[in-house]
């Protein structure tokens, strides 16, 4: 796209999409959608210092494009798709583009459970409470020297795409310097990434090494337990952290609480996690 294309938003060609397609250059004005139309497509599009606080988009997709400098405080997507294979019609899995969103400003977003992140590369954005909850579909999304506050809900951050890597064009996804200190870490998975890249830990939880190591330290204090079904609970969760950490990033791991047992007494995982936590990194393996 050249830099000195005009902006056009203009009903799709095909007559059964309800979304209109974005293209050309956008800067310094507040984004507003035509009256009665759900949704927009940016295709090959780029947006500057663009206004999208508090609309709310029924279909919002980017295929191809750049946001940068984007403030989407307050903006609701009920169905997204963040790096699109393709604008309209059918994707020739030979090329993936990438959109990026470049210092945008994602404050209070409501991001719609399950989004179809895609070939996405997130750069210096601010996601400030945002509703991120059930986002598995992230296996393609790139994450640099991103600040997350709030909590964060049942998703998965991948170091390595799970497929396409020939129409991508790498095998691995960035996620370097990302700031995770005021965020509240629920159920978040961290796969095949170079933890020590970023900045931790969260309130109330841990960067760990050695973690199979540590699993085996603790299981004595497990054993001391009175109660069954708790010494169940916390073995099967122990043995799931332990196996996780060695699969996912060379045995280490960011651990909290409920990773403990999220079924165990409050009491119970809290001095689980005290020993976890305090044991030493330097624990035998044999």
Do not use: Y
Not at 97 to 125: H, K, Y
Not at 161 to 170: I, K, N, T
Not at 245 to 263: C, I, L, T, Y
């Amino acid at each position: 796209m050249s830099a000195s294309e005009r902006f056009s938003l203009r009903p799709s060609p095909e007559e059964w999409r309800r979304d209109w397609i974005a293209r050309g250059e956008l800067r310094d004005q507040r984004f507003e959608l035509p009256p009665g139309v759900p949704g927009v497509c940016f295709d090959r599009a780029r947006l500057v210092n663009v206004d999208f606080s508090g609309t709310r988009f029924a279909d919002f997709s980017s295929h191809s494009s750049e946001f940068e400098g984007c403030d989407f405080t307050g903006a609701t997507f009920e169905h997204l798709s963040m790096g699109a294979t393709a604008a309209g019609g059918t994707w020739d899995r030979v090329s993936w583009p990438q959109s990026v969103f470049r210092d945008c400003v994602f404050r209070r977003t409501r991001f719609a459970p399950l989004t179809s992140f895609g070939n996405v590369r997130f750069e210096r954005c601010v996601f400030d409470r945002a509703r991120l909850r059930q986002q598995t579909f992230t296996m393609q999304a790139e994450f640099l020297d991103c600040v997350f506050s709030g909590r964060l809900r049942e998703i998965n951050f991948w170091g390595r795409p799970m497929d396409e890597q020939a129409a991508l064009g790498r095998e691995r996804n960035a996620f370097t310097g990302n700031d995770f200190t005021a965020a509240e870490l629920d159920d978040v998975a961290f796969r095949h990434i170079d933890l020590h890249a970023q900045r931790w830990p969260p309130p109330g939880c841990a960067l760990l090494d050695r973690v199979t190591a540590r699993v085996r330290a603790v299981l004595p204090l497990v054993e001391t337990w009175p109660v069954e079904k708790h010494r169940e609970k916390a073995r099967f969760s122990l043995e799931f952290l332990a196996g996780n950490a060695v699969e996912r990033n060379d045995d280490h791991a960011v651990v909290s609480p409920p990773d403990m047992g999220r079924r165990l007494p409050p009491a119970l995982r809290e001095e689980l996690f005290e020993a976890f936590r305090g044991t030493s990194s330097s624990t035998s393996p044999g």
